[in-house]
């Protein structure tokens, strides 16, 4: 009885052990690109805001542009249930852009939800595109501010620093190398993305394999861990008989 006993605490503490590993961390707003977002040239990215709270729907968020970075184009894309507000701010300098100078540039775009906003368990995705894009930095780090229905306001605005883990990090988009035409600005007659096509809401846990394939490891090793007690007790009972 006293090993049954110790090789089920065994199982039970390996199976707690195993979870933990497995449990994802804690989800937060991103900047992900359709493709390349090369330095000098245009891009199309998705602002991705996920709910972290499961009693408050997101109904605002906020990105700021980096005034050190200025850039000249900065179009959102429509998205079914928000209202997008675009502020400008002067330049310092003015940009020139295809032969003419800019001397203003977007500071900030806010959405705004007009209905449900992004529900607990959901994530949302905002689409932009940008640039032209600086050829001076490797990164944009775009500032967000996200609230909620129940009027709490998160803050993701600590800038990421190598070798510490920020609690609520500025969503950072990495910036490749310089590409051959890359200097093509969008076009303004360009068909819809996808992300146009639907409102752009998605079930969080559905969001990429990792987490699958993070449970089908979990679920093995967790059944590797079953037959390893089960031998040990079939082993024990044969010694004692």
């Known amino acids: 009885m006293r090993t049954s006993a110790r090789l089920c605490t065994l199982v039970a503490a390996t199976t707690i052990g195993l979870m933990t590993v ?20 245009y891009a199309t990215v998705n602002v991705k805001v996920p709910n972290e709270r499961d009693n408050a729907s997101t109904v ?34 003015p940009l020139e852009v295809h032969g003419r100078k800019i001397t203003e540039a977007v500071s900030k775009v806010t959405w705004t939800a007009t209905g449900k906003g992004i529900e607990p368990g959901y994530f949302q995705k905002f689409p932009l595109s940008l640039g032209r894009l600086p050829e001076n930095t490797d990164q944009l780090v775009l500032k967000s501010v996200q609230t909620y229905g129940n009027k709490e306001v998160v803050r993701w605005i600590e ?10 990090p500025a969503p950072v988009l990495a910036l490749s ?15 819809p993305t996808a992300a146009a096509q639907d409102s752009g809401v998605r079930k969080a846990e559905g969001d990429g394999t990792d987490t699958t394939a993070r449970w089908l490891g979990v679920t ?3 059944l590797g861990a079953l037959g390893i007690a089960a031998a040990l007790f079939t082993g024990r009972r044969r010694t004692g008989a």
């Open 22 to 41: 497995a449990a994802p961390a804690s989800a937060h707003v991103s900047v992900q690109p359709e493709g390349a977002a090369a330095r000098g040239g």
């Open 60 to 93: 605002k968020v906020e990105m700021s542009l980096p005034a050190e970075h200025p850039l000249s184009s900065v179009m959102p894309e429509p998205v079914p249930g928000w209202e997008i507000e675009v502020a400008k701010s002067p330049l310092d300098k």
């Open 159 to 168: 800038v990421p620093e190598e070798g510490r883990e920020a609690e609520h």
């Open 177 to 191: 190398e310089a590409e051959a035409g890359h200097g093509t600005a969008p076009s303004a007659g360009a068909a």
């Open 220 to 222: 093995g090793l967790l």
